[in-house]
């Protein structure tokens, strides 16, 4: 009796437990999942910083400049009083007393006098907001800005934890390492992170039948399936692939590879003469918890383990099929074994495709906007509809029109 696709999907990702947790420097580490929450070492910022290259003032002005300080000065050791002001760097620790940073564009500067500009030129029109260094001359007064305007406090200051406080988990544990997370790891301090280590893949492709080079020809064809998993096994690492003759002690030999946390059979799922997977999994005394599943196409797939704890799973010879065990099977087992955490599943809308009675149809499609269009060419045997798809959907046994789940 074959298992209906979601518990076989559930079965699969339940099969084993994360593996070890290792701490790796931070390029190492992009694509593994956390095994720990990334916390923060330190507050960002770590100080009162300004968010501009302009002047950061304290109470009305105009102010008198009484310092600088430029990104990567310390901290000035200057307190600002009322009506002083310091010339500062976007990045730069602003003096403390800062009420607020105005930026260069809008200041008016003669020798150490600063005015806000803007707000001379907002109540008194036809002045003009003026660079430093710009003409103001001195004993002008009629000219100068003179209005006594304060900045609302705080503008353009980055208060220091602002953005997240020492200690603070900024990511959960389970989530892959992206890009970002591995800028965000670093601007919070870290130089290493601890992360699920990837799952070993073997591969074992069988077939007396299959050629590796050159074009089929009559009793012969290409194998399909070893070119195409290496791609489709997101966050694990391939250790090799075997070619084996139907031979059943051949294949007990392969599954004796203990290096791996997974095998990967090709072929051999069936109940043909050749097809021995069942049996010498039996003679393993592997432990199947999947052995076939309501789904079109693939039922033959099966996923066991073996008593020393490594995961077999049995991909269907024909090459769509085995599309569809790797989505099905594989798939959620590498996740739980790398630590990622299940996402949500991504859902689209499918027109009526023609459900199968009693089990899950896997259809190739392409999205559009929520949309998803059937391509065709889905037949057991040919990669022809995976290969312009970007995604299967899943159509549930009776399911007409609707929203349904996409696998990518
Ligand atoms: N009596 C029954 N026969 C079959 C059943 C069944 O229920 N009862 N199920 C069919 C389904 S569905 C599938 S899928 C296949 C599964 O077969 P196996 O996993 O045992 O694989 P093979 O018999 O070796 O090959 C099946 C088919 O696929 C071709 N093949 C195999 N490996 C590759 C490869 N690496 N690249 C490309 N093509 C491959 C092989 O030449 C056969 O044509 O069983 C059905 N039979
Ligand atoms: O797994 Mo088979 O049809 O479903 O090729």
Known sequence: MNMPWKLARQTAREAAKPLDAVELPLPDALGLALAGGVRALASQPTCDTSAMDGYAVAGPGPWTVVGRVAAGDPVPAAVLRSGEAFAVATGAPVPAGSGSVIPVELCAVDGVTLWNARSDADT????????????????????????????PTGKHIRRAGEDWSAGEELVPAGSPVSPAVLGLAAAAGHDTLLVHRRPRVSVIVTGDELLHAGPPRPGRVRDAIGPMLPGLLTGADLLGTAHLRDDPSALADALSVDAADVLVTCGATSVGRADHLRRVLSDLDAEVLVSGVACRPGHPMLLAVLPDGRCVAGLPGNPFAAHAAVLTLLQPLLGTLGGHTARPPVTAWLPDVGAHRTDTRLVPVTRSGGLAVPVGHDRPGSLWGAALADALAVVPPGHRAGEVEVLT
Not at 132 to 144: I, S, Y
Request: aromatic residues 0%; glycine residues 10%.
């Open 124 to 151: 008194h029109p036809g002045h003009h907001t003026r660079r430093p260094g710009a003409d103001t001359r001195p004993g002008h007064h009629a000219r100068r800005p003179s209005s006594a305007h304060q900045p």
